[in-house]
């Protein structure tokens, strides 16, 4: 089992669907989780931060089930330049583990 | 604010020469990452730094692969003999501490031939 699990993709949504991916992570020890956004051959950004309680970012919400081990991302209204890969991470906050980031899920918004 | 800076942003070079890579951080940022991306895959870590000292290098291939931040600042990763399955974009990354987030560059883009 990968130590980082993302929903295999690619989603093909039309604008302003609504579309949710989940990402599963092994190590119960994980302190922080993220979301980032991977443009085609462009850098990793930070689309939000996974906070216990879920928080909400716009037409982003983020979730975090700690006892399922999982994090998830629900975007809304979807727009067409919400296309890109996104990618979850799972960061121990601890000396011992290392930042591991899921394969990424693509996400195609079709007009 | 200047971002990650790294070059050069595309290499090419036959197998069995040398290529060295070169990245600067945020300033202030006291944490850096070295990862490497295969098409279709997310970033595996190489190695992360906590200012000069290396704390995690358990993925760095070191028959071939060295890394150094001389200083905490600015961070080389070399790779002598190259092979063609070392291929990849490699990313470098910084945050102000390895709870927070991370800002990654453009990345270097090589091909081994």
């Not at chain 1, 302190?31 to 982003?60: A, H, I, T």
């Not at chain 2, 290499?11 to 202030?28: D, H, L, R, T």
Request: glycine fraction near 8%; charge should be neutral.
């Amino acid at each position: 089992r990968k130590e980082v699990e993302q929903d295999p993709g690619p989603f093909n949504v039309p604008e302003g669907a609504t579309v949710a991916f989940n990402c599963t992570y092994s190590n119960s020890a994980s302190q922080s989780f993220f979301w980032y956004r991977q443009d085609c051959r462009k850098e990793p950004k930070l689309l939000m931060s996974v906070y216990s309680s879920g928080n909400e970012d716009g037409r982003f919400t983020a979730q975090l089930n700690r006892a399922s081990q999982y994090i998830s991302l629900l975007i809304r209204d979807s727009k067409l330049s919400d296309s890109a890969t996104y990618l979850c991470v799972v960061n121990p906050n601890t000396g011992g583990f290392k930042t591991i980031f899921g394969a990424g899920t693509r996400l195609f918004v079709k007009a | 604010e200047a971002g990650v800076v790294q070059s050069p942003r595309y290499k090419i070079i036959e197998k069995k020469q040398p290529v060295a890579f070169w990245c600067n951080p945020i300033s202030g940022h006291n944490t850096l990452y070295w990862y490497l991306q295969n098409l279709g895959q997310g970033p595996e870590l190489l190695i992360r730094y906590e200012n000069e000292e290396a704390v995690d290098d358990s993925q760095l291939p070191k028959d071939r692969f060295s890394a150094e931040r001389l200083k905490g600042v600015d961070s080389t990763l070399k790779i002598q003999p190259a092979e063609l399955g070392d291929s990849a974009v490699y990313l470098c990354a910084s945050s102000t501490s390895l709870a927070d987030t991370q800002y990654f560059g453009p990345g270097t883009r090589l091909t081994v031939l």
